[in-house]
């Protein structure tokens, strides 16, 4: 699908007004911008479940056992405590709904999020590229036409 | 000499309300297409949820945020309640989808007409 409106664009560009060819290429260079932008919002998603990852890891080893905590009651206030069932954990699944885990398939759900998240950033990566690709051939077009406008303008 | 110039002023006030709606049909476009959007996170989102549930077992515990507290709630019930939303979603986004096809449908004829108004104002 990606490669036949391509063609299209590319046939249909050089019968295009300069207007038209610079609406194109703002539309090209939002929607750069925008993808561009969510490509940046998936990799820090990304890196927000590999630190939680991390984390499960670090609390669920048996040494943390018994340990004495404070817990925050308020950003201000800490009452003490001790860890219990370290390998027992809440995630947060989405809309609003929590499901309790073992620490075991706590780090599969988070592998599995990371994973879905890497496969959406290549797909995001080739969108990306076949835009800058489209966005690259209206602004030859555009430059070819520039040209050819002001060499016609002196005579 | 009077009679043309009546029309033109009576085609130009046409062409200024008729654009006063256009904007507004414009403003509506943006603000469907949005309402579009969000449809599609929830969808997306009740979707990972409802994915979730199937991998779970039917004795896991699942627990709901209802305002500060977790309430417990069993894994029937909850599917349940993420398959009905995941139904209103898809409802509501089917009537965004008319929504925003008809609103293309008035913002397409709308430009034609002022299209053919401005011909008109410019050819006299």
Avoid at chain 1, 24 to 40: A, G, M, N, R, Y
Avoid at chain 1, 56 to 74: F, Q, R, Y
Avoid at chain 1, 79 to 94: H, L, Q, R
Avoid at chain 1, 124 to 146: C, D, H, P, Y
Wanted: net charge negative.
């Amino acid at each position: 699908m990606p490669a036949s409106p391509q063609q299209r664009t590319t046939v249909d560009l050089k019968a295009l007004s300069l207007q038209q060819l610079a609406e194109i290429k703002q539309q090209l260079d939002q929607e750069i911008e925008h993808l561009s932008e969510s490509f940046q919002k998936l990799r820090q998603a990304q890196a927000k479940f590999e630190e939680c990852i991390v984390t499960v890891k670090k609390t669920s080893d048996s040494a943390n056992e018994g340990k004495d905590i404070l817990v925050p009651l308020t950003s201000s206030l800490y009452i003490p405590g001790k860890t219990t069932e370290i390998d027992t954990f809440m995630v947060d699944v989405g809309t609003g709904y929590y499901v309790e885990k073992d620490s075991k398939s706590t780090i599969l759900f988070f592998t599995n999020k990371v994973n879905t998240l890497k496969k959406n950033l290549i797909d995001l990566e080739t969108v990306v590229q076949g835009k800058s690709q489209n966005l690259r051939a209206v602004e030859e077009i555009l430059q070819e036409k520039m040209q050819a406008n002001q060499a016609n303008a002196p005579q | 000499m009077s009679a043309p110039s009546t029309d033109l002023t009576q085609e130009k006030q046409r062409f200024e309300l008729l654009s006063q709606e256009f904007e507004n049909s414009q403003k509506d476009y943006s603000k469907f297409i949005a309402a579009r959007q969000q449809l599609e996170a929830q969808l997306q989102e009740n979707k990972i949820v409802q994915d979730e549930f199937a991998l779970l077992k039917s004795d896991a515990k699942i627990y709901k945020l209802t305002g500060p507290v977790l309430l417990p709630q069993d894994k029937a019930e909850a599917t349940l309640n993420v398959d009905k939303r995941l139904e209103f979603i898809r409802g509501e986004i089917k009537r965004a989808e008319t929504q925003i096809a008809d609103c293309q449908k008035s913002l397409e004829s709308k430009r034609e007409e002022l299209l053919t108004l401005r011909m008109k104002i410019q050819g006299v």
